[in-house]
């Protein structure tokens, strides 16, 4: 898998590349095979992160869910067909911790992104839907969402608002 993985277009996530002039590294950057497997490790790792750097419960409960339903939706959208790379930038900035998601996977519908309404659910248990709450969770929880697809590459940013003790304002 990880031979396959070397011979696909680079898509810009091997991190070789340095920051714009005047920008410094994130707080976390990680590069991980899109496979649920690895996201589950990255969010691990982004917890434990996030933690070290004085980023309060509420605000890494909440990253970690946005973070999960985007990246599982990667794995599972993007790269139905195929194996790919994705490519997790995460920074704090004044309104909290601004996130970037690339991925070399298919293009979203419509290259745009999915709205954030509830699936239609009916009034019985066994018609609720199995999926289709995720874009619900992530609007809800990340502001100024934006979604661009740059030649092979998806890229995805929005920012996870803090207030000042750390904790998340999405709440």
């Known amino acids: 898998m990880r031979q396959r993985l070397a011979s696909m277009p680079p898509c810009h996530l091997n991190g070789q590349h340095p920051p714009p002039a005047g920008q410094s ?6 590069r991980l095979v899109g496979e649920t497997e690895a996201v589950r490790g ?3 790792r982004v917890s434990a992160r996030l933690a070290a ?5 509420d605000a890494r409960e909440v990253a970690e869910l946005a973070l999960a339903e985007a990246m599982n939706n990667i794995v599972e959208h993007a790269f139905a067909d195929r194996p790919g790379l994705v490519a997790l930038d995460i920074d704090r ?8 998601l690339r991925d070399n996977g298919r293009r979203m519908p419509r290259s745009t992104l999915p709205p954030g309404t509830l699936p239609a659910c009916g009034t019985c248990t066994d018609d609720l839907p199995e999926g289709g709450f995720g874009w619900f969770l992530i609007h809800a929880l990340a502001r100024n969402l934006s979604y661009r697809r740059i030649g092979s590459c998806n890229r995805l940013h929005f920012l996870l608002p803090e ?4 904790n998340s304002a999405a709440g």
């Open 163 to 166: 207030d000042e003790g750390g």
């Open 53 to 57: 750097d004085g980023v309060g419960q």
């Open 42 to 44: 990255a969010l691990q």
């Open 25 to 30: 590294r994130p707080l976390i950057r990680l």
């Open 93 to 100: 900035c004044a309104a909290g911790l601004c996130v970037t």
